[in-house]
């Protein structure tokens, strides 16, 4: 399983849980997994158009996913995911 990170303003959505594991194999089925058992997350993550929102930069690995395939990006089970909100400025919705 994929373990994702997430970040101390999003915990309140996730009841406190900051490593939750995943089962699906790309950043996008993660997103929705996540999304099943912790509803409203994946609107602080994914824009109307269903990309990232500007203000959130994901991990895999050490890797942007941005550089990478973006949310096709592809999963195992080794795989850690952080997700980073903006620091300053322009911060989203959290």
């Known amino acids: 399983m994929a373990t994702i990170r997430i970040p101390t303003p999003l915990r309140r959505y996730t009841n406190g849980e900051r490593l939750i594991p995943v089962t699906a194999g790309t950043l996008a089925g993660a997103i929705t997994e996540l999304d099943g058992r912790f509803p409203g997350l ?9 990309q990232l ?30 997700i980073i909100p903006a620091m300053a400025g322009g911060g989203g919705p959290w």
Do not use: C, K, Y
């Open 42 to 50: 994946a609107e602080r993550l994914i824009d109307g158009d269903g």
């Open 53 to 82: 929102h500007r203000f959130v930069t994901v991990f895999v690995g050490e890797q942007d996913v941005r550089l990478l395939q973006g949310l096709a990006t592809p999963l195992d089970e080794t795989t850690e995911v952080s």
